[in-house]
């Protein structure tokens, strides 16, 4: 090993401003900075004040004016409308500054907010874009989110502007939106002055003569110059897609933002500027707007911007196609597409089908991979397979192996080791650090890096009270895992999937890895559900993989053998459901409070992140078929 991973670890955290100093030097600064690291005012700490930036310019003009303006930037590839399409950085430019020449002429200037509601459209990315040209502060939210989750948002945000589109298509459902948004503006007091509306020819809609205008209507404008902007303003407004209580509104700023991006790309990815690069993510979520849109163009690669699903659009070999088809170098994607491509294509048949002899690395994060899955996917692409860890919080990788720095030995279960920037700590609940082994609280020694958010919006009492208050001086993650003997990182869920068996503290992430390695099972849930006696006790939830052929009678006591003999009688594992999908949110993480609640027969809501409300009532049918809940 060349040690380059370990000498940039060890300046991130022993002289920051040297070495987030040196990354800036990629950064196409409108004025410099005279400081790299405000400390005045914990946990408020800013990054690269005094200097000024525009995000726009740094992800278009600037490779239009060093030549680059013909490449391409982003490749839009559309299975559900049987579309391809691609932009340079020159027509993406373009494009981008007549829609900022139109929100200016809609009244939106420099710190105003927009929401943006949108399915995986070139027109997304383009209003993204048009926001960070004028200073505005975009907001995204997932399209399809219900009436009132997207009403909470706009109350908050208060956006001048409102841009959506008259659908979305998920595989081969339509999905219309402005119905969603009319409501969503019922249920709010705050209403914004004008709606604007992409019409999709799947799905055309009436606009509303005193709010509404078209798309078209909105690029009927002329085009506007980049606005450069503090590098502490803020970039964007992210709410986290947390399923109780009032969404978090997540500020990212402009300067520590860039910095962190670029560097990520060289040194996370290991990509060059030219190479494409796959992020099969959802705009909607922190991965798309880092690496669907702001990251790969910031660094001069191509983006790929994907409307379809891993599987069903049209069948397992989505991704492949798409892979083989645009020349992808590096995919990043969630464990829970490849556990879908898994259980249709278990012998991985479908990838023998196209040339994947461009492609270098696959990233995955936003739900823990367990080993089985990752152990396919190396066996099936045969290229390293890259478990990292994330946030929306950070919005970008707190984990990883740094493939650019030093591709370290991959440890299945494990995102390897801390990202330079971040001193990750494991602690109990007295904030004292636990020995290697040992599963515990992660936080995070302040400041924390560039790019990580900088406050709540309008909320900077909850910002100290939810992140900085249990640990001072450190920044509570809420998730749980521990350090091997290593050093290795393995994070084993959140707080809340840590479940006390008779005062025993177990991670269902352990168990799930157990349960994954079944050579039957293609995907798996645990959750701790209610016991008179124990207090909580493990059950798990399997799907399994196409062809399987076991009934739950069978594939159950098999299950219950293996938790027992690779983690012990400690676990109390005893009862494992057959279930032909697990309740999931759109980006992909399992909504195993959900089910813990189904399990033990207590009220709640549907989460309004959720995918398919109907998976629900299969898995309350399941349960009732194996005697839950108990009372």
Sequence with gaps: MSGEYERAYREAVDDPETFWGRAAADVPWHRNYNRVLNRDNPPFYRWFEGGSVNSCYAALDIHCENGS???????????????RKKYTYKELRDLVARCAGGLLKLGVAKGDRVVIYMPMIPEAVIAMLACARIGAIHSVVFGGFAARELATRIEDAKPRVIISASCGIEVARIIPYKPLLDGALALCSYKPAVCVIVQRPQCPTQLHPDRDVSWDTLMDAAPAACVPVEATDPLYLLYTSGTTGKPKGVLRDNGGHLVALIWSMKNIYGMQPDEVFWAASDIGWVVGHSYIVYAPLFYGCTSVLYEGKSVGT??????????????????????????????????????????????RMLFLAGERCDPDTLYWAEEQLKVPVIDHWWQTETGWSIGANCAGLELLPVRPGSCTKPVPGYEIYVMDAQGRQVPAGETGNIVVKLPL?????TTLYNNDADYVKTYFSAYPGYYLTSDAGF?????????????????????HRLSTGAMEEVLASHPDVAECAVAGVHDPIKGEVPLGFVVLKAGAGKTQDEIGPELIRLVRQKIGPIASFKAAAVVRRLPKTRSGKILRGTIKKIADGVAYTVPATIDDPAILEEIAETLQGIGYPKH
């Design 69 to 83: 303006g013909e490449n391409t930037a982003l490749i839009y590839d559309s299975p559900v409308t049987d579309t």
């Design 314 to 359: 049209p069948d397992p070999g989505a991704f492949w196609r798409v892979i083989a088809e645009h020349k992808v170098s590096v995919l990043f994607c969630a464990p829970t597409a490849f556990r879908a491509i898994r259980k249709e294509d278990p012998n991985g048949a479908y990838i023998k089908k196209y040339d994947l002899s461009g492609f």
């Design 449 to 453: 890096p560039p790019g990580c958010f």
């Design 483 to 503: 350090y091997d003997d290593d050093g290795y990182l393995w994070i084993m869920g959140r707080t809340d999937d840590i479940i006390n068996v008779a005062g």
